[in-house]
Structures are given as structure tokens and as C-alpha cells.
């Protein structure tokens, strides 16, 4: 294991080096479900309305995170006046607060989700997997940018060869080769 200190908070985090054959199992049944989810929607979008498969992913999201807390036991208050008076007993948020509240809800989830789907049924399925593979690149920027971490040549190497990547499966790097 390597520890490493955050910049900021200055915590050491514990990261293993090495995956043993339980992450290997993990990473390929999360590989199968992300990868799937591509292919479920692409079909999806083709017959859906972008609105009803927003609202059936959100709502079998909130199933699945309500049959976690039912499956691990977690009480979760049965009195109706928790659930009322609890959240109005803290402090009002500042407006700066709830502004930034609203704008998450609204540009980074809905309207997110929206366009997302919107651009999936005019672009396909393969055309917006190729941007998720954008967001380790955007995570190194944005983290030496506003956090100050270091960019290193791993970095740079990883950003290249996800560039590769992504004009190996566009099809124009190998369409300039077989055009030749």
C-alpha cells in the first residue's frame, strides 16, 4: 500500500497498489453493467420519449438505493414528525446555498440527463460513450487547475493515449490508414 496526503486537508489516504482476484471480479461485473447500460439505452432511445427514460432510470435508481437500506437493515425514522420538523429545526440555508442547490437539481441532473439522452438518440450510443471517456482527462485538469495537484508524465501519457483511443474508435485515425 502507498499512502499519499491530500494538499488541502493534508489526510493520508491508503491506496493498494494491486488488485487481487475480488477486484478483478468487481471491476469486470462494473465494466458489464456500465458497458450494458449503453446498450440498453441506445435501444431504448429509439423507441422512448427522452422524458420517460430519464424518469425510469431515476425512479429504478431510488429502488435500488431504497432496497439497500431494506436489505442492510438501516432503520429509518417511522415517525411522520421527524420526517416534518427535523429538517426545519437547522438553520435556513444562505441563499448562496440554496441557489447552488437548485442550479445542481436543475443544470447537473435534469437538464444533464435531458441533453444526455437527447444527443444519445441523435448521435447513437458509440458517439456518447466516446465523451465518458473524456471525464479522467477533465478530473487531472480541473484537479491541477483548482486543487493544485501536480501533472505528471503519467498524466500527460494516460490524456494521450485516451486520445488515441477515442480516434481509434471514431474511426478516423484508422480511416486515414485504410484510405492510404
Known sequence: MTRYSSQQTGAAVAIQQTMGKTEWVLLIVLSVLWGGSFLFVGVAVRE????TIVLV???????????????????????????????????????TTLAALVAL??????????LYFHILAK????NVLLVTFLT?????????LILGDHLTAVHLAGMVMIGLGLMVIDGRLTGRFLRQ
Open 105 to 114: 437539481a436543475l443544470l447537473s441532473t435534469a437538464v444533464a440527463y435531458i
Open 48 to 51: 422512448l420519449p427522452t422524458l
Open 123 to 126: 448521435a447513437g450510443a458509440t
Open 57 to 95: 432510470r431515476v425512479g429504478l435508481a431510488a429502488i435500488v438505493l431504497w432496497s439497500v437500506i431494506a436489505i442492510g437493515r438501516k432503520a429509518l425514522p417511522r415517525k411522520l414528525s421527524v420526517w416534518l420538523e427535523a429538517p426545519f429545526s437547522l438553520p435556513l440555508p444562505s441563499a
Open 136 to 144: 479522467p482527462v477533465s478530473a487531472i485538469l480541473l484537479g491541477t
